[in-house]
């Protein structure tokens, strides 16, 4: 964002407040409860004890928590930790994110997964900042496989007309995967709740559509890796969130970067450049292909997150994924 906040100001914050709305709340819940329903007991029993009544002792109550309060002074500088400028990649010509070179000032959602794993593990912290961290990984889990989280927008995207359903919004483009889109959809087809909605995943997740995929969700392989570079021993869930609180026992000030939400941000980051920013300037995003190609998009990102967030609290607090 910085070479263009000074010269295009009032567009930067216009992308911002479009940020602010991504994945929306439904979208965030939707995650949470995809979450809630996969947990392991020791990570089932913190998150109830911790997020309460005030909650409901849901994942899917507390995801929004984290876009409410950064427009509050006390948490302002929150903000920044929702996303990552993919700075070098040019939608949809080519599309990349790297941590070194995109995660501005090492202060970005790469980074505040980190700290919020190695906070919410931390029992010597007080529970209001253990719950805190809890909500902040609650909704990062989700902000992560917006694609438009890990983009760094173009000023000219300002240029680009879309609308959906017919309603203009400016932007609106941008926004192509975000709350048009998934509401025209949840109110179409699953009732018009985050809840009908997550029950819906689940079931793809545990005997449709999704089930032969979800070990490979759990993997953190690069969409990028090709045959003759891949890893030979790749990262974990477990190896990373592992990494992370060993490291975290012999240094409390530096912070590892994580293997894993770099991959999810890289699977993203990739769809803005197939899906999100391919489009025809001045169409509309709620009609014909280019929506019916973004629903299932939508749907796999939503429910991959709400996973791979229940395995992640999983790793952190049971010691594994416990997930197929
Ligand atoms: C880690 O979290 C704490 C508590 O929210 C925050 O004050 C601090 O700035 C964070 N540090 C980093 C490097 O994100
Ligand atoms: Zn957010």
Redesign the pocket.
Known sequence: MAPFATLYSAVTLAVFAQQAVAWGNLGHETVGYVAQNFLAPKALAFVQSSLGTTYSKSLGVAATWADTVKYETAYK??AG?HFVDANADNPPTSCSVQETRDCDG??CIL??IA??TT?VAETSLSAA?RQ??LK?LDHFLGDIGQPLHVENLKVGGNDIDATCSGTDTNLHAVTALDTGMLTKNVDANHGSEATTYATYLIGEITSGSYKSKTSSWLACTSPTETLSSKRENPPTIESDVGKLLAARATSATT?TPLECPLVWAQESNAYDCSTVFPFTAGSDTCTGTYYSNAIPVIDLQLAKQGYRLAAWLNVIFDGATNLP
């Open positions: 500088w929150s930790l090492g202060l980074t505040a700290n919020y906070r900042q805190e961290a902040f912070i």
